[in-house]
């Protein structure tokens, strides 16, 4: 049975902090991603890797960072956190071939104060 | 980039057929996924299209038209929990697996 699992499913933080979020998979997958969801807006990548110690940014890394030291986990780093950084975070991984499905974790419900 | 555009929100009873559908512009075109997603849970895959034509898996079915830009997720014999929010996502040649989601359908099934 696949299984990506996050750290947490609530956190709240403080302006300024920082803050981890870990996100860990079984599957031996190459790729992992770390999107945000916001009500109206889906689904957006923050950033992506292919591979450990490889990243790529998405489509919103302002404001995050992220580390891959080993191939099962995948970390996003929120070095000062912001009030418009209050989202659901995602985490999710798939093999590398085109039409393999993206399998997500549960969801950590990030509230910046 | 791409633009995917899906309904905001469906209301559908119980025993009844829903179809969503999704438009998208995009270059290089290498497949569509279907995703559902339960309110406060992660999304969970239902359907992969990459060539023409009709997928079906039980009650569900998904419809590609890449000479469109198009595709439909219709889902039949609506029950309670099928009340959820349906991703439209496409993937592209050099994506690199990424995928572009769309805002999602929130499908509400009534007695």
Known sequence: DVKVTQSSRYLVKRTGEKVFLECVQDMDHENMFWYRQDPGLGLRLIYFSYDVKMKEKGDIPEGYSVSRE???RFSLILESASTNQTSMYLCASSLVRVSYEQYFGPGTRLTVT | ??????????TATEGAIVQINCTYQTSGFNGLFWYQQHAGEAPTFLSYNVLDGLEEKGRFSSFLSRSKGYSYLLLKELQMKDSASYLCAVQTTDSWGKLQFGAGTQVVVTP
């Open chain 2, 1 to 10: 980039g791409q633009n995917i555009d899906q309904p905001t929100e469906m």
């Open chain 1, 70 to 72: 080993k191939k099962e």
